[in-house]
């Protein structure tokens, strides 16, 4: 976790934006900590230059994929400015 961290932190001023969907009832806490919508940081305490990340469990968009889209590309227009 701490090298995949350090590396979205890293390249956060790429043009680069990860979506992840999260599917079954595993333990997603560390995709939500991925997903930095309160900062993400590094282990040497740098902040991400902007969030690239948007993570769904899809539990909670069940079978509706106008909700899934709208969840995953919600952060999309923000990440591509």
Do not use: C, W
């Not at 790429?14 to 595993?26: K, N, R, W």
């Not at 469990?57 to 709208?70: G, I, Q, S, T």
Request: glycine residues 6%; charged residues 25%; without cysteine.
């Amino acid at each position: 976790m701490k090298e995949t961290v350090d590396l979205l932190v890293k390249n956060t001023n790429l043009p680069l934006s990860i979506i992840i969907v999260g599917v079954g009832d595993a333990d997603f806490e560390n995709m939500a900590a991925l997903d930095g919508d309160h900062g993400l940081y590094n282990s040497k305490g740098i902040k991400a230059a902007r969030d690239i990340v948007q993570f769904v469990p899809f539990n909670e968009v069940k079978m509706n994929p106008d909700l899934l889209a709208r969840e995953l590309l919600a952060e999309l227009p923000d990440q591509v400015v």
